[in-house]
């Protein structure tokens, strides 16, 4: 050892390098589809997969919402971007993030709308007798009947003479303007006014004359007719298909004929 007198070691460190992989996170919003029921629903999280089993979610932060809400008829994202995950471990080079959003759907329903139109029934009286407006129901009652559908025509009728007289109302006349309701069928009763007749008497008196015999031809004609009700016009309403006539030239009598069915 005292042969040398000073030993210079010139040293290369020996080493083991590890180098950072890359990994692949691929990030799956929760998703989920409901009816329309008039209520907030919501789904909330996400599932993620990665390209190999040593990265875990311990591994990235997410600074993001992973929430979405929706009470219409529609759809509601969470949001969800790449950006929003961040790698937080140096073993990992390259972290690429592939996002599927979650969402919300709420599916518009179907209703079935019932309208049934106002409806008047009376005896002739020689009044303007009137209907109007109408009822509406929902088999359901998420649907406002008194917002949710639109009305184009009139739901109106009147009638003085003895028959009916309908609203028109029809279906294509109502149109729903609710997007949280997606067939909507609407079944119409119409609306009327009846006029029913009514029972008259009517008294026909026929003229008569007395004479006395002179040997020529002595002749009655026409007739009285009253009714029992002021709405019956006596000059307007019936027809005669008889003759309201008697003529005689000898002692006796001759009558007109006159009989109801005439």
């Known amino acids: 050892r005292s042969n040398f007198a000073t030993v210079t070691f010139n040293v290369t460190d020996g080493y083991i390098t590890i180098d950072p992989i890359d990994v692949t996170v691929t990030v799956t919003g929760h998703n989920s589809k409901v009816d329309y029921d008039g209520k907030a629903h919501t789904v909330t999280g996400y599932d993620a997969e990665f ?14 919402t992973a929430q979405a809400t929706q009470t219409d008829a529609g759809t509601a994202k969470m949001g969800m971007t790449a950006s929003q995950f961040t790698n937080i471990n140096e073993n990992f080079a390259t972290v690429t993030f592939n996002i599927t959003d979650g969402y919300i759907t709420v599916d518009p329903i179907d209703v079935t709308v019932t309208i049934v139109g106002d409806s008047t029934t ?23 009947v008194e917002k949710d559908f639109t009305f184009i025509s009139t739901a109106y009728a009147d009638r003085v003479d003895a028959g009916v007289t309908y609203m028109g109302m029809k279906p294509e006349h109502f149109e729903n303007i609710n997007d949280n309701f997606d067939d ?79």
Request: net charge negative.
């Open 51 to 64: 390209s190999t089993p040593l990265y875990t979610e311990a591994d990235f932060t997410f600074s993001g």
């Open 122 to 144: 009376a005896d002739y009286d020689g009044d303007t007798h009137i209907a109007y407006e109408y009822a509406a129901t929902a088999d359901t009652e998420l649907y406002n």
């Open 184 to 262: 909507v069928t609407f079944v119409v009763t119409d609306g009327y006014v009846r006029i029913d007749p009514i029972s008259t008497t009517v008294t026909i008196t026929g003229s008569n004359g007395t004479a006395v015999y002179d040997g020529t031809a002595h002749i009655v004609s026409g007739y009285d007719a009253v009714a029992d009700s002021d709405l019956y016009d006596v000059t307007k309403d019936f027809a005669f298909t008889g003759t309201a006539q008697a003529k005689q030239t000898d002692a006796g009598t001759a009558y007109m004929g006159l009989a109801p069915e005439d």
